[in-house]
């Protein structure tokens, strides 16, 4: 099949990407760069995969790029706690209008099948064993923290009233705190694996005692090919994460201190730093994927300990310095 990556490029995307490869899919890749992930791969010298540098809000060159193309992966989007707060306009606008437009260029090309990244953050402060039934609540439009959360909202919208309109096989997937190798934007275990490396405390804002689940990128990828391989009828979404992986901030914290002393070439020097929390806290968040697992046979292999463990090795052994 030909596929094409909106943000493949990035974290999940360039993994993606190497699966669909391996699966015999030929990929094209658009991308802004903006985190430029896939840089740490070799697999865009692959003569399965075309690149090309662009943003989801100029309409005519995703349209040029998509065509030709038989499925859509839509990852491109604005994301990180730090861009809600900085940049809230922005990510709504690339989020919203980004996504209308992956949309109007499949209707216009004929494309009829698509996932989308949207995420669990729909959820809000308290999401504990969330089903895909669950409301989605987010809090009110004075904090910025929800932005993004009703960028994505608004997307699932989109993208389910437009698979009903045209007949399509939409997915929608809300990935709940996925982590591994090339995540180099912001993340509580890639943020603490950098600091580690450079010999800095780990900053825990709050009581540390959040909760969340926290999913292997194979596993993720593994559930994105399982789906891909097997089509359903028309729009359905799906909550993606590793509900056997639950821990606070601070137990994440101090997994990554033990993953470090079983790294030869680090030498340990962080602690554990407590500081105050100055945006809006997501309390608890961990699915059910029952359903994922019911319709596809899915459930994730990689426990915290070795995953926390692959992940700090590859900064170690890859990760460039800006």
Not at 172 to 198: H, M, S, T, W
Not at 203 to 215: K, N, Q, T
Not at 259 to 270: M, N, T, V, W
């Amino acid at each position: 099949m030909k596929i094409f990556v909106t943000g493949g490029a990035g974290f999940i995307g360039s993994h993606l990407t190497e699966r669909l490869v391996q699966e015999g899919h030929t990929v094209h890749i658009f991308d802004n760069l903006h985190r430029n992930a896939i840089k740490y791969s070799d697999i865009l010298n692959h003569p399965s995969v075309t690149f090309t540098q662009g943003d989801i809000l100029d309409k005519d060159s995703l349209k040029k790029a998509m065509e030709g193309n038989e499925i859509v992966f839509h990852m491109a989007a604005i994301a990180g706690v730090s861009n809600y707060y900085n940049f809230p306009a922005k990510t709504l606008k690339v989020n919203l209008i980004g996504t209308y437009n992956v949309l109007e260029c499949m209707v216009e090309l004929g494309i009829k099948r698509m996932f989308d990244m949207s995420t669990s953050e729909t959820f809000g402060t308290d999401a504990v064993e969330v089903d895909e039934e669950s409301y989605q609540r987010i809090g009110p439009p004075q904090d910025k923290r929800w932005c993004y959360a009703g960028s994505k909202i608004g997307g699932e919208q989109l993208i389910f009233r437009y698979a009903e309109e045209y007949g399509w096989d939409a997915t929608v997937i809300r990935p709940f705190n996925i982590y591994g190798p090339r995540q180099i934007g912001e993340g509580a275990i890639a943020n603490f694996c950098k600091n580690v490396l450079d010999g800095k405390n780990l900053r825990i804002e709050g009581s540390g005692m959040a909760l969340r689940s926290w999913c292997y990128i194979t596993d993720f990828i593994e559930a994105l090919i399982a789906i891909l391989n097997k089509p359903h009828k028309g729009p359905e979404c799906f909550n993606l994460g590793n509900p056997w992986a639950i821990a606070s901030t601070v137990s994440l914290g101090e997994e990554v201190l033990r993953a470090a002393k079983g790294i030869d070439a680090i030498e340990l020097k962080s602690t554990i730093d407590f500081v105050p929390m100055d945006f809006t806290e997501i309390r608890v968040r961990y699915p059910k994927v029952n359903k994922l697992r019911d319709m596809y046979g899915w459930q994730p292999k990689v426990n915290l300990a070795d995953g926390v463990y692959n992940t700090l090795k590859w900064f170690h052994d890859s990760y460039e310095k800006n």
